[in-house]
């Protein structure tokens, strides 16, 4: 995979945003592009070390499954 210009150790670079009164970050363009994220997409919002992640409700639940399959559940 080639590197972007945009990129660094914490991901790639995609656009700036702000919080607005009530606490909505709107996700840049390009981000929810990359991402196919659609309105009405949900996330898990994990606040790790001081920086704030969201994980797609899809990706948590690949996630969790490739987990559960490694364990001997009794």
Known sequence: ???????????????????????????????????????GDKFLVVVHYGKLILLSEKDMKSMVKNITKHLKLK
């Open 1 to 39: 995979m080639e590197k972007s210009k945009n990129s660094s150790v914490f991901g790639e670079f995609v656009g700036t945003t702000s919080m607005g009164q009530r606490g909505q970050v709107v996700i840049p363009k390009e981000a929810r592009e990359r991402l196919g994220a659609k309105a």
